[in-house]
Protein backbone atom coordinates (compact mmCIF):
# COMPACT_ATOMS: atom_id res chain seq x y z
CA UNK A 1 0.00 0.00 0.00
CA UNK A 2 1.12 3.83 -0.79
CA UNK A 3 2.43 5.33 2.48
CA UNK A 4 3.39 8.90 2.75
CA UNK A 5 6.50 10.15 1.13
CA UNK A 6 8.91 13.04 2.57
CA UNK A 7 11.25 14.72 1.61
CA UNK A 8 14.58 14.66 1.65
CA UNK A 9 15.08 12.36 4.64
CA UNK A 10 17.93 13.97 5.41
CA UNK A 11 18.98 18.10 5.47
CA UNK A 12 21.88 19.67 6.89
CA UNK A 13 21.97 23.59 6.90
CA UNK A 14 23.53 26.28 8.82
CA UNK A 15 22.06 28.83 11.26
CA UNK A 16 19.95 31.70 9.75
CA UNK A 17 19.70 28.96 6.66
CA UNK A 18 16.06 28.62 4.91
CA UNK A 19 14.85 24.95 4.52
CA UNK A 20 11.93 23.25 2.75
CA UNK A 21 10.42 20.15 3.73
CA UNK A 22 7.94 18.35 1.19
CA UNK A 23 5.47 15.78 2.45
CA UNK A 24 3.29 13.73 -0.86
CA UNK A 25 0.55 12.16 1.22
CA UNK A 26 -1.49 9.44 0.61
CA UNK A 27 -3.42 8.66 -2.25
CA UNK A 28 -6.99 10.49 -1.82
CA UNK A 29 -6.15 11.49 1.62
CA UNK A 30 -6.66 15.71 1.52
CA UNK A 31 -5.51 16.38 4.75
CA UNK A 32 -1.74 16.87 5.81
CA UNK A 33 -0.47 17.67 9.29
CA UNK A 34 3.12 18.56 10.10
CA UNK A 35 4.95 17.45 13.36
CA UNK A 36 8.24 17.90 14.98
CA UNK A 37 10.02 15.33 17.16
CA UNK A 38 13.21 16.30 19.40
CA UNK A 39 15.27 13.73 20.21
CA UNK A 40 13.68 11.71 23.53
CA UNK A 41 10.48 13.74 22.73
CA UNK A 42 7.05 13.24 21.82
CA UNK A 43 5.58 14.50 18.88
CA UNK A 44 4.77 18.11 18.62
CA UNK A 45 1.74 19.31 16.28
CA UNK A 46 2.90 21.86 14.29
CA UNK A 47 -0.06 22.72 11.61
CA UNK A 48 -2.46 21.01 9.21
CA UNK A 49 -4.39 21.23 6.00
CA UNK A 50 -7.77 20.43 5.05
CA UNK A 51 -8.45 20.70 1.31
CA UNK A 52 -5.22 23.73 0.53
CA UNK A 53 -7.24 25.72 3.26
CA UNK A 54 -5.22 25.86 6.89
CA UNK A 55 -7.46 23.80 9.30
CA UNK A 56 -5.46 23.81 12.86
CA UNK A 57 -2.53 25.23 14.24
CA UNK A 58 -0.45 24.24 16.99
CA UNK A 59 3.01 25.29 18.43
CA UNK A 60 4.82 26.46 14.94
CA UNK A 61 7.27 29.51 15.21
CA UNK A 62 6.37 32.05 13.28
CA UNK A 63 9.82 31.63 11.43
CA UNK A 64 8.10 28.73 9.96
CA UNK A 65 5.16 28.66 7.08
CA UNK A 66 3.22 25.83 5.46
CA UNK A 67 1.15 25.18 2.38
CA UNK A 68 -0.86 22.36 0.66
CA UNK A 69 -1.40 22.68 -2.98
CA UNK A 70 -3.65 21.21 -5.34
CA UNK A 71 -1.92 18.12 -5.57
CA UNK A 72 -2.48 17.98 -1.99
CA UNK A 73 1.32 17.84 -1.36
CA UNK A 74 2.11 19.60 1.52
CA UNK A 75 5.40 21.85 1.93
CA UNK A 76 7.16 23.21 5.32
CA UNK A 77 9.04 25.98 4.95
CA UNK A 78 11.70 27.50 7.84
CA UNK A 79 13.84 30.55 7.90
CA UNK A 80 15.99 31.76 10.10
CA UNK A 81 17.25 28.59 11.24
CA UNK A 82 18.94 28.06 15.16
CA UNK A 83 20.26 25.23 16.85
CA UNK A 84 16.95 24.09 18.17
CA UNK A 85 15.26 23.52 14.97
CA UNK A 86 17.13 20.05 15.12
CA UNK A 87 14.73 17.55 15.11
CA UNK A 88 12.90 14.95 13.13
CA UNK A 89 10.31 16.56 11.31
CA UNK A 90 6.92 14.20 10.43
CA UNK A 91 3.99 14.63 7.92
CA UNK A 92 0.99 12.68 8.29
CA UNK A 93 -1.64 12.15 6.24
CA UNK A 94 -5.81 11.19 6.66
CA UNK A 95 -9.31 11.15 5.08
CA UNK A 96 -11.21 13.37 6.48
CA UNK A 97 -15.11 11.08 6.09
CA UNK A 98 -17.94 13.81 5.86
CA UNK A 99 -19.84 13.67 9.44
CA UNK A 100 -17.90 10.66 10.59
CA UNK A 101 -15.19 12.98 12.39
CA UNK A 102 -11.81 12.56 12.18
CA UNK A 103 -9.72 10.17 10.17
CA UNK A 104 -6.46 7.73 11.01
CA UNK A 105 -3.20 9.84 11.04
CA UNK A 106 -0.58 8.06 8.84
CA UNK A 107 2.85 9.18 9.60
CA UNK A 108 5.50 9.38 7.14
CA UNK A 109 9.09 8.77 7.71
CA UNK A 110 10.11 11.56 8.61
CA UNK A 111 12.96 14.26 7.38
CA UNK A 112 16.00 14.28 10.20
CA UNK A 113 17.13 18.20 9.86
CA UNK A 114 20.35 19.17 11.68
CA UNK A 115 21.01 22.81 12.11
CA UNK A 116 24.88 23.39 12.77
CA UNK B 1 -3.35 20.61 27.95
CA UNK B 2 -1.10 17.27 27.41
CA UNK B 3 -2.46 13.67 27.95
CA UNK B 4 -0.91 11.77 31.20
CA UNK B 5 0.34 8.31 29.98
CA UNK B 6 1.36 5.60 32.75
CA UNK B 7 3.79 3.93 33.56
CA UNK B 8 6.75 5.66 31.71
CA UNK B 9 8.20 2.49 30.97
CA UNK B 10 7.36 -1.39 31.66
CA UNK B 11 9.95 -4.59 31.13
CA UNK B 12 8.24 -7.61 30.35
CA UNK B 13 8.79 -11.43 29.48
CA UNK B 14 8.24 -12.49 26.00
CA UNK B 15 3.94 -13.62 26.52
CA UNK B 16 3.46 -11.41 29.48
CA UNK B 17 0.86 -8.94 29.24
CA UNK B 18 1.03 -5.21 29.46
CA UNK B 19 -1.64 -1.92 30.03
CA UNK B 20 -0.97 1.27 29.12
CA UNK B 21 -2.98 4.54 30.72
CA UNK B 22 -4.03 7.82 28.81
CA UNK B 23 -5.69 10.28 30.76
CA UNK B 24 -6.55 14.20 29.72
CA UNK B 25 -8.05 16.89 31.70
CA UNK B 26 -9.81 17.74 28.69
CA UNK B 27 -13.28 16.29 27.29
CA UNK B 28 -11.61 14.39 24.70
CA UNK B 29 -13.38 13.69 20.75
CA UNK B 30 -10.66 10.91 19.98
CA UNK B 31 -8.06 8.90 20.97
CA UNK B 32 -4.96 7.35 18.93
CA UNK B 33 -2.91 5.24 19.71
CA UNK B 34 0.81 4.36 18.29
CA UNK B 35 3.85 2.74 18.40
CA UNK B 36 7.14 3.82 17.73
CA UNK B 37 10.76 2.25 17.15
CA UNK B 38 13.86 4.31 17.87
CA UNK B 39 14.15 6.79 14.58
CA UNK B 40 11.38 5.60 12.87
CA UNK B 41 7.93 7.01 12.26
CA UNK B 42 5.19 6.18 14.71
CA UNK B 43 2.82 3.12 13.50
CA UNK B 44 -0.76 3.63 13.63
CA UNK B 45 -2.22 0.64 16.04
CA UNK B 46 -5.97 2.32 16.45
CA UNK B 47 -8.13 5.53 17.25
CA UNK B 48 -11.16 5.46 19.47
CA UNK B 49 -13.69 7.99 18.67
CA UNK B 50 -16.24 9.03 21.71
CA UNK B 51 -18.37 6.68 22.80
CA UNK B 52 -17.03 4.59 25.26
CA UNK B 53 -16.52 1.94 22.52
CA UNK B 54 -13.27 -0.68 22.69
CA UNK B 55 -11.58 -1.70 19.81
CA UNK B 56 -8.97 -4.56 18.86
CA UNK B 57 -7.03 -6.38 16.62
CA UNK B 58 -4.71 -9.49 16.99
CA UNK B 59 -3.11 -9.37 20.91
CA UNK B 60 -3.71 -5.57 21.28
CA UNK B 61 -6.54 -4.02 22.52
CA UNK B 62 -7.94 -0.70 23.80
CA UNK B 63 -10.77 0.83 25.52
CA UNK B 64 -11.91 4.64 25.91
CA UNK B 65 -13.84 5.75 28.77
CA UNK B 66 -15.52 9.35 27.21
CA UNK B 67 -16.73 10.30 30.47
CA UNK B 68 -13.38 9.81 32.88
CA UNK B 69 -11.40 11.07 29.78
CA UNK B 70 -9.02 7.94 29.95
CA UNK B 71 -7.92 5.44 27.38
CA UNK B 72 -6.26 2.34 28.06
CA UNK B 73 -3.98 -0.18 25.96
CA UNK B 74 -4.16 -4.00 26.65
CA UNK B 75 -1.21 -5.93 25.33
CA UNK B 76 -1.64 -9.18 25.34
CA UNK B 77 0.76 -12.44 24.85
CA UNK B 78 3.65 -9.70 24.26
CA UNK B 79 6.30 -10.26 21.47
CA UNK B 80 9.52 -9.46 20.79
CA UNK B 81 8.07 -6.45 18.00
CA UNK B 82 6.20 -5.01 20.48
CA UNK B 83 8.95 -3.60 21.94
CA UNK B 84 8.80 0.43 21.05
CA UNK B 85 7.65 3.62 22.45
CA UNK B 86 3.91 3.70 22.48
CA UNK B 87 2.25 7.41 22.57
CA UNK B 88 -1.69 8.11 23.12
CA UNK B 89 -3.06 10.91 21.49
CA UNK B 90 -5.77 13.42 21.88
CA UNK B 91 -7.99 15.52 19.80
CA UNK B 92 -10.75 17.85 21.43
CA UNK B 93 -12.62 18.21 18.53
CA UNK B 94 -13.27 16.33 15.03
CA UNK B 95 -11.80 17.23 11.71
CA UNK B 96 -8.19 18.13 10.88
CA UNK B 97 -7.49 18.49 14.49
CA UNK B 98 -3.64 18.20 15.62
CA UNK B 99 -2.92 15.30 18.15
CA UNK B 100 -1.57 16.25 21.19
CA UNK B 101 1.05 12.93 22.71
CA UNK B 102 1.41 12.18 25.91
CA UNK B 103 5.70 11.74 26.84
CA UNK B 104 5.38 7.94 26.04
CA UNK B 105 5.50 4.65 27.61
CA UNK B 106 8.98 2.79 26.80
CA UNK B 107 8.44 -1.23 26.52
CA UNK B 108 10.78 -3.30 26.38
CA UNK B 109 10.24 -7.09 25.84
CA UNK B 110 12.48 -9.55 26.67
CA UNK B 111 12.71 -13.28 25.28
Known amino acids: AAGVIQSPRHLIKEKRETATLKCYPI?????VYWYQQGPGQDPQFLISFYEKMQSDKGSIPDRFSAQQFSDYHSELNMSSLELGDSALYFC???????????????FGPGTRLLVL | QQPVQSPQAVILREGEDAVINCSSSKALYSVHWYRQKHGEAPVFLMI?????EQKGHDKISASFNEKKQQSSLYLTASQLSYSGTYFC????????????FGKGTHLIIQP
Open chain 2, 89 to 100: GTAPGGGADGLT
Open chain 1, 92 to 106: ASSPIYPGQGQGTQY
Open chain 1, 27 to 31: PRHDT
Open chain 2, 48 to 52: LLKGG
